[in-house]
């Protein structure tokens, strides 16, 4: 079992950054990969950024550039960096971390991003 807590949400100007970081019970260092998902009211739940222990990352196309996936291993957290936000980017992001390849998938609670004028 893997607990995982998110913190970072609020709100923001569009043009703003923030930073979620995601706290992980598990070494992040020995998780196969860990993930951003958002999702709004109505809509399924979409992947935004991807890392793996190879430190290979991957990101949904309408946030690249933007947004920056990355993994802390002495603070055992997986954060995301998101700048020059949009009105469009308002979602409650969830982390995720997968521990081995093949096997079960962990998430968090979830923080609400909301970003408006």
């Known amino acids: 079992q893997v607990q995982l807590v998110e913190s970072g949400g609020g709100l923001v100007q569009p043009g703003g950054s923030l930073r979620l970081s995601c706290a992980v019970s598990?070494?992040?260092?020995?998780?196969?990969?860990a993930a951003w998902y958002r999702q709004t009211p109505g809509k399924e739940r979409e992947l935004v950024a991807s890392?793996?222990?190879?430190?290979?990352?991957n990101y949904a196309d309408s946030v690249k550039g933007r947004f920056t996936i990355s993994r802390d291993i002495a603070n055992n957290t997986v954060n995301l960096q998101m700048n020059a936000l949009k009105p469009e980017d308002t979602a409650v992001y969830y982390c995720?971390?997968?521990?081995?390849?093949?096997?079960?998938?962990?998430w968090g609670q979830g923080t609400q991003v909301t970003v408006s004028s």
């Open positions: 890392v793996t222990n190879g430190a290979t990352t």
């Open positions: 995720n971390v997968r521990p081995t390849r093949f096997g079960s998938r962990y």
């Open positions: 598990r070494r992040v260092s020995n998780i196969y990969a």
